[in-house]
């Protein structure tokens, strides 16, 4: 079992910039792959960015692209999400979710977008973009 809690968020003005953090325990951090989600008030979550387990390729939700970058670092058993630009859509609970890799052989593959995907969840780390 992976442990995962989120921090870092805030209330942040139109244009901001703010890196929430992941940090995992637990089960070996660097077998999975990890995404970001987010929940607006009355809204679905909804796929942010996620990256394989080797951080060897990352995907984007087309509202972030440009002004999002995930990253991982394996040895400290974190993951981040870089926001620049921030927009006032961009308001939202953000989660943290570990899923189990496609194939421990490369970590080039598309990680995945579906959160049914994802077995572990994190608590979330509010963000708020205000105008």
């Known amino acids: 079992q992976v442990q995962l809690v989120e921090s870092g968020g805030g209330l942040v003005q139109a244009g901001d910039s703010l890196k929430v953090s992941c940090a995992a325990s637990?089960?070996?951090?660097?077998?999975?792959?990890m995404g970001w989600f987010r929940q607006a008030p009355g809204k679905e979550r909804e796929f942010v960015s996620a990256i394989t387990w080797s951080g060897g390729r990352a995907q984007y939700a087309d509202s972030v692209k440009g002004r999002f970058t995930i990253s991982r670092d394996n040895a400290a058993n974190m993951m981040y999400l870089q926001m620049n630009d921030l927009k006032p859509e961009d308001t939202a609970v953000y989660f943290c979710?570990?899923?189990?890799?496609?194939?421990?052989?490369?970590?080039?593959?598309?990680?995945?977008?579906?959160?049914?995907?994802?077995?572990?969840w994190g608590q979330g780390t509010q963000v708020t973009v205000s105008s």
């Open positions: 979710a570990a899923a189990p890799p496609r194939s421990r052989l490369s970590g080039l593959y598309a990680p995945q977008r579906n959160a049914r995907e994802y077995d572990y």
């Open positions: 637990g089960r070996t951090f660097s077998y999975y792959d």
